[in-house]
C-alpha cells in the first residue's frame, strides 16, 4: 500500500487542524492504519491507531481527548482531528499501515510522505 498524507500546516496553541492520508490499492479495508510523528532530535512516535472496519481505535496518553482518527473505507482515506493543539505537537506526521493488529502499533509500516504541523505559543 501507498501512502500520501496532507493537511498539515501553522497553526496558534489551542488551534485545530485536519490531517488526511490517501492510501492506493484496493484492499484498504484490510489494513490497520495509524497516525505517527517525528520531532526534531526525536524518534518517531505513536499517535493513534484504527482498525480496518474503523470500529476500534487506540490513541497516545498525549493525545488522548484532543484528538480523533476515523477512516472513510469507500474513499481509502483515514484522517486525524487534532484540536486543543499545543506547542509540544509540533511534528511531522505520517501515516502508517499494517496486516497485524490495529494495537500492535511497532508492526506499522508502507512510511508515506509527511505533512508537517507547526504549532506556536
Known amino acids: 500500500v501507498q501512502l500520501q498524507a496532507c493537511g498539515g500546516g501553522f497553526v496558534q496553541a489551542g488551534g485545530s487542524l485536519r490531517l488526511s492520508c490517501a492510501a492506493s490499492?484496493?484492499?484498504?479495508?484490510?489494513?490497520?492504519m495509524g497516525w505517527f510523528r517525528q520531532a526534531p532530535g526525536k524518534e518517531r512516535e505513536f499517535v493513534a491507531t484504527?482498525?480496518?472496519?474503523?470500529?476500534?481505535?487506540y490513541y497516545s496518553d498525549s493525545v488522548k481527548g484532543r484528538f480523533t482518527i476515523s477512516r472513510d473505507n469507500a474513499k481509502n482515506t483515514v484522517y486525524l482531528q487534532m484540536n486543543s493543539l499545543k506547542p509540544e505537537d509540533t511534528a511531522v506526521y505520517y501515516c502508517?499501515?499494517?496486516?497485524?493488529?490495529?494495537?500492535?502499533?511497532?508492526?506499522?509500516?508502507?512510511w508515506g510522505q509527511g505533512t508537517q504541523v507547526t504549532v506556536s505559543s
Open positions: 490499492g484496493r484492499t484498504f479495508s484490510s489494513y490497520s
Open positions: 502508517g499501515a499494517s496486516r497485524a493488529g490495529y494495537y500492535r502499533t511497532n508492526l506499522f509500516g508502507s
Open positions: 484504527i482498525s480496518g472496519s474503523g470500529g476500534s481505535t
